[in-house]
């Protein structure tokens, strides 16, 4: 392979039995158009937005009325309005299947394993929904979760959005302030929490959390408490309107689920952005927007089929949980991992693979980079035949990530890095089975997606760095934000850069392949001299290096200028001397250019990140710069900050 080449391209057979070519059929057929490729289809999509959305609803068999109408006031973002006349349940869509056949696989750790059918998921929502029934939760209630992805968060979920009541989850390593930072916003009347998880073979109890939490959400009027240590029946006994879920649902038995059919527009989740600068805004996105963009990506740019084996590592607190479980929607098996993805040792996932024939492996880039620092080649450990996708997300996949998943994993795999957010619970580029895959880039844009790179002036550009936008509505726009009744803070979150057109807030460029890199988030690039750098151009460079375990980078307000400052966390064994230091600047200056080389190169023993995994430049540049640090709470691990306060290095 070389940088001419593409890391992998799809046989003909491949592309002839992708169902992004089945589409293109459908599309043709009913356009008029010859959509011979996917650029010609993604075209079509974004041209004819009505007759693309009607034509995802039909070959998707959406359960539901449809109506007569697919877009209404299609030009206003926001203010568009799809399926405006259509009733349907988001449940009712992922609840199809019956049967014996694996509907959940979940792995907790090396401590539990257990698995649902179909029948099994079905009478499991069919209970819960009977407990929320009993509780008065009707549509609209909110029903929050501080829990383990495990089995329990999808039946709660299901149960939920049976009803219409709106759901909103978070992981259980929140702090008490996290979690009421978010569910103290939108005032649920059911609360569902574990007895405890397990994190790196240590069993972590959350009782006196959840009992705390429960004490200060005033509206809640019943607690579940969720079995996974044991535990539960001592954990309910200490919170007041608690009861154990496996107690609740064994006063009813299984019967038929009852569905409530309402409008697209009706929320289904709430989401949470990261809150890394103030209390985190609280996301309220569509039952039938996001069922459709779910069913889109996982179909036709996933290339899931029924029966697939899906897998995602992630929490209850990231947007790809609920990514993940809409796989049902397809058929597919969900198979849910909750824990430590290094407990015991870095091949945990991968024998999760092997040992389920997973189809589809999603993780995050930062997993990717350790599972190559630490050495591992599962390529040469492990059966990964079953594979056919490897998903990559959280943060920008380098070069290197890219190289290694196909020298170090698997060879014939099709590696779909993934680009969107919470903010459109999906995509905004992604995997194009059809397509070959180029080193460092994400293959193309979200098919309906009206994706492009503008730059400050608001004119588009390729081949050029500049802001990630979407210039047409899409069915997975939030519906808007709690407690934000004039759509003030909406609007100012995404569309006070360019009026009409969703800025994203990304750092991104066109590449000559119709390809895109992202370099990290905008508020976070580094503007030295005036000259706008993405963050990721620098760890692309210097993570390279095997004494460098990871880095994170900021802007220095100096000397009415700003400076760039790379801070390394360093392998064990090595010490950040002048050859190193000049190694790395060596290493930066060659593979990104002098711009970017860092003024200042300092070691710290950890870097700060959001609960989802993500590094958080913003928190860190605000104590370099002696500013508070707005919600510590939204961090893993907020002690970090401190190794970044009053640094005598960077005051001359």
Not at 20 to 38: K, N, V, Y
Request: aromatic content about 10%; glycine content about 10%; proline content about 5%.
């Amino acid at each position: 392979m070389t940088e001419d080449e593409p890391l992998w391209a799809p046989s003909a057979a491949d592309v002839a039995a992708a169902s992004m070519t089945s589409l293109m059929a459908e599309a043709s057929a009913r356009s008029g158009l010859g959509l011979s490729d996917f650029a010609s289809l993604h075209r079509w999509s974004i041209e004819d937005r009505e007759g693309f959305w009607d034509m995802i609803w039909d070959v998707c068999d959406v359960v539901g009325e449809k109506g007569c109408r697919v877009l209404v006031d299609g030009d206003r973002m926001p203010g568009a309005r799809f399926f405006p006349d259509a009733r349907l349940n988001f449940a009712e869509n992922l609840l199809r299947k019956s049967g014996a056949g694996d509907a959940i696989v979940f792995r907790g750790e090396d401590k539990v394993t257990r698995r649902l059918s179909w029948d099994e998921l079905r009478a499991s929502v069919s209970r819960i929904q009977q407990v929320l029934t009993a509780a008065g939760v009707k549509p609209g209630d909110r029903v929050a979760a501080m829990i383990p992805n495990m089995p329990e968060a999808v039946a709660g979920m299901l149960a939920a959005a049976s009803l219409g009541a709106i759901w909103s989850s978070c992981s259980p390593d929140f702090g008490e302030q996290g979690v009421l930072d978010r569910f103290g916003q939108i005032e649920p009347v059911v609360f569902i929490a574990p007895d405890g998880y397990w994190y790196n073979g240590k069993a972590i109890d959350v009782g006196e959390k959840a009992s705390a939490i429960a004490a200060r959400l005033p509206t809640v009027r019943k607690v579940l408490v969720a079995d996974y240590l044991g535990r539960a029946e001592e954990v309910a006994a200490g919170i007041p309107r608690a009861e154990t879920l496996v107690g609740a649902c064994s006063r009813f038995d299984a019967s038929d689920i009852t569905y409530v059919r309402l409008p697209f527009a009706h929320p289904l989740y709430i989401l949470y952005s990261s809150g890394t600068t103030g209390i985190p805004k609280c996301i309220v996105h569509s039952a039938g927007g996001t069922l459709l963009q779910h069913l889109k990506e996982h179909r036709f740019h996933a290339g899931l089929r029924e029966g697939d084996r899906f897998f995602y590592f992630t929490t209850c607190g990231w947007m790809m949980w609920n990514w993940l479980v809409s796989g049902l929607a397809s058929g597919a098996t969900l198979l849910l991992y909750d824990g430590s993805p290094f407990h015991p040792d870095g091949n945990v996932l991968f024998d999760f693979a092997q040992q389920e024939k997973m189809s589809y492996f999603g993780t995050s880039a930062k997993f990717i980079d350790a599972v190559r620092k630490a050495g591992l080649r599962p390529i040469e450990t492990h059966d990964l035949s079953s594979v056919r996708t490897i998903s990559s997300t959280g943060s920008p996949l380098s070069p290197e990530g890219f190289a290694f998943v196909y020298d170090g994993i698997k060879k014939d795999v099709h590696l779909a890095s993934i680009s969107g957010g919470t903010d459109i619970v999906s995509c905004f580029v992604l995997g194009v089975p059809v397509l070959p895959v180029w080193i460092g880039e994400i293959q193309g844009p979200g098919l309906g997606m009206a994706v492009d790179v503008w730059n400050d002036e608001g004119r588009p550009v390729r081949r050029e760095k500049g802001e990630l936008v979407c210039t047409k509505a899409f069915p997975s726009m939030p519906v808007g934000f709690w407690n934000d009744p004039t759509g003030e803070k909406y609007h100012a979150a995404y569309f006070d850069r360019f009026d009409n057109v969703w800025c994203h807030g990304d750092f991104a460029e066109w590449t000559e392949h119709d390809g895109m890199i992202i370099y990290g988030r905008s508020d976070a690039t580094l503007n030295p001299g005036g000259v706008r750098i993405g963050t990721a151009e620098i760890y692309n460079q210097v993570e390279q290096l095997p004494e460098v375990v990871e880095a994170i980078c900021i802007g220095q307000d100096w000397d009415d200028d700003v400076r760039v400052v790379l801070f390394v966390r360093l392998a064990s064994n090595a010490v950040l001397d002048e050859d190193l230091k000049n190694r790395i600047r060596t290493k930066i200056r060659t593979g990104a250019s002098p711009r970017h080389v860092p003024a200042k190169i300092i070691a710290v023993t950890d870097i700060p990140r959001t609960k989802s995994g993500k590094i958080t430049e913003l928190a860190v540049r605000d104590v370099v710069h002696g500013r508070q640090v707005k919600n510590r709470e939204a961090l893993a691990n907020p002690e970090a900050l401190e190794l970044f306060r009053g640094l005598a290095e960077l005051e001359k």
